[in-house]
């Protein structure tokens, strides 16, 4: 079969190309005076607010990529996609994290199977499952209730949980619920991580949820074994059953690794892992933290971003449009990185989780059908909450690097505070600068401005800000768990929209492998060499002589030590 022509070959992208100079003439300082085109460049939808008027694109710029998403079949590719396509086709999967946050009543197919049922199945299970931990129903070995949880994953299994936590634990509805609670994250395999995830915590009141799709990831596994050994070593090997449960696809090896298959909690491989926390892999330490009702806003905020992206004109689509936009800036205008700088503290860990969703999905060489590609695809992300990143890296965006940001900000704080006799309440000063630091980019200051200002000349060069800076606006009614769920899907979408258009397989990940089958050698040598006293061999030079040094330091192995200086 012939292999479909790549998107560069089309005339939309040629015409795109060509565009690029037209607008290389252009200044975000006069682009922002026609209020017709920024007019046109405001998009609202269920309350959110997003304004690219400050992209370095004209009304034409979007007209032609309008027509580039047409000729990258995107529309089809979106219907494959939910119509459970085997879209990831180098690992023969449906793409159906759509399914998970799927009404009851939803049908949605894999293998001609409607797999909502099974979804609904699972959801119920952990509700009932945490409602039973959460009320004191469910007791660990010694009679006590399990008020604390630490989630064990990496990766996909670790971020998304992670970033839906940070936001809920100040959201007012959602902390009621955590009263007296407790959840934590391992993820590390650096013991490290083991000892700051258990300090201060009794494994007489602690649940261990072991959260890995494959249930084979080596850090995962290892940190769960310790875990395990943490539990058994001071209630019994017998404690396992109440203190320890999974969420994973491989149910075998759940069952091998020593937890009762009634406390596994199932998900299928057309769920990719870093798009997996709407699955039990979020649902299941969120519901035991925040209960059930609400991880189910949660999920109700995703399905309604889910619907918009699916049935939404182009034009006024949250995700297309963003997405494009990422095209454009990353390939055309060759802006590699993005900036993610949410204006809530809440939102600390969601640069995290885009780092993998985006570069896990999208840092790929070659297109679907294997073709490498003639352009850049994928693209750095990175990001701080503001305002801390604008004490720290914002030096380099406004006078260095172009960096394309997204400023992301709530209406409402979850925390609202006025000092009386204070200016403004404290979210209305977090949010001046939200506001601010958009105009500054696009419009900087320029030598004129500095002289008028009776700058010194020779400070002129220096407090120069270039402007032409390009960042949209995201404005969230609030951040309660609706929205949370709804921001997480709109980004979820963008990168899937970009993948789609540069025609590449943004669900599989085969870039991790190598590193992780050299690290195999490396722990067979570490072992030959600590146990039986082998030398390295079979590296090269560097690898030998770092080994070496590191070996210098012999640490026997001689029996179970877990952290002693925190517990
Ligand atoms: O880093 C590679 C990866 O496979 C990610 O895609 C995934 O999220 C992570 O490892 C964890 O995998 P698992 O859930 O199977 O333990």
């Known amino acids: 079969m012939a292999s479909p022509a790549l998107i560069s070959e089309s005339e939309q992208w040629k015409d795109l190309k060509q565009h690029v100079s037209e607008i290389q003439t252009t200044h975000l300082r006069d682009l922002m005076n026609d209020v017709d085109r920024c007019q046109s460049m405001m998009v609202e939808y269920e309350g959110i607010f997003l304004d690219y008027s400050r992209q370095r694109v004209t009304k034409e710029t979007m007209g032609k990529l309008f027509k580039l998403a047409e000729a990258a079949h995107l529309k089809e590719k979106i219907e494959k996609m939910y119509g459970g396509e085997k879209i990831n086709s180098t690992e023969n999967r449906s793409v159906l994290h759509v399914a998970l946050r799927a009404a009851r009543e939803k049908e949605i197919y894999s293998d001609g199977k409607n797999v909502v049922p099974e979804v609904w199945q699972v959801l119920d299970k952990i509700k009932d499952f945490s409602e039973k931990v959460r009320s004191g129903a469910w007791i660990g070995a010694t009679g006590k209730p399990l008020k604390d949880v630490v989630s064990v994953g990496i990766g996909g299994s670790f971020l998304g949980p992670l970033f839906v936590h940070a936001a809920l634990q100040t959201d007012a509805v959602a902390a009621e619920y955590a009263k007296g609670r407790q959840l934590r994250f391992l ?91 709407c699955s039990a892999v979020g649902v299941l330490p969120l519901s035991l933290q925040y209960s059930f009702s609400v991880v189910e806003k949660f999920l109700e905020g995703a399905r309604s971003i889910d619907n918009h992206f699916y049935s939404a004109p182009f034009e006024s689509n949250i995700p297309v449009l963003v997405g494009l936009l990422s095209v454009w800036n990353v390939t055309f205008l060759g802006y590699p990185a993005r900036a993610i700088l949410p204006y809530s503290q809440a939102l600390e860990k969601f640069a995290p989780h885009i780092q993998q969703l985006s570069m896990e999905s999208n840092g790929k060489g070659v297109s679907i059908d294997g073709t490498p590609l003639p352009f850049e695809a994928g693209e750095i992300d990175f990001g701080e909450p503001g305002t801390n990143g604008q004490h720290s890296f914002y030096q380099l965006i406004h006078q260095g690097r172009v960096i394309p940001c997204d400023f992301i900000g709530a209406v409402r704080s979850q925390q609202p505070i006025y000092l009386k006799g204070e200016v403004v309440s404290n979210h209305d000063e977090l949010m001046s600068n939200f506001f601010a630091q958009p105009d500054a980019l696009a419009y900087g200051k320029n030598p004129d401005e500095l002289l008028r200002d009776k700058v010194p000349d020779h400070l002129i060069p220096h407090k120069t800000f270039t402007g032409n800076r390009p960042s949209l606006s995201i404005l969230l009614p609030s951040l309660s768990a609706y929205d949370v769920g709804q921001l997480l899907a709109i980004y979820e979408h963008r990168i899937a929209v970009q993948g789609f258009v540069w025609g590449i397989n943004s669900f599989d990940q085969w870039g991790v492998e190598l590193g992780k089958s050299l690290a195999t050698q490396v722990r067979k040598q570490l072992h030959a060499s600590r146990v039986d006293e082998k030398p390295v061999q079979g590296f090269n030079f560097s690898t030998t002589t770092l080994l070496s040094r590191f070996l210098e330091v012999r640490t026997p192995y001689d029996g179970t030590v877990l952290p002693k200086n925190v517990i």
């Open 187 to 277: 993820a590390n395999v650096d013991p490290v991580d083991v000892a700051r995830s258990i300090k201060d915590l009794d494994p007489e009141t602690t649940l261990v949820v072991v959260v890995s799709k494959t249930f084979t990831t080596a850090e995962t596994m290892l940190n769960a074994r310790t875990l395990r050994e943490w539990i058994s070593s001071s209630l019994g090997a017998g404690a396992v059953a109440k203190h320890m449960v999974a969420v994973s696809t491989n149910l075998p090896l759940v069952k091998d690794f020593g937890i009762d298959p009634a406390n596994a909690f199932a998900f299928w491989d057309w769920v990719g892992g870093r798009y997996s926390v």
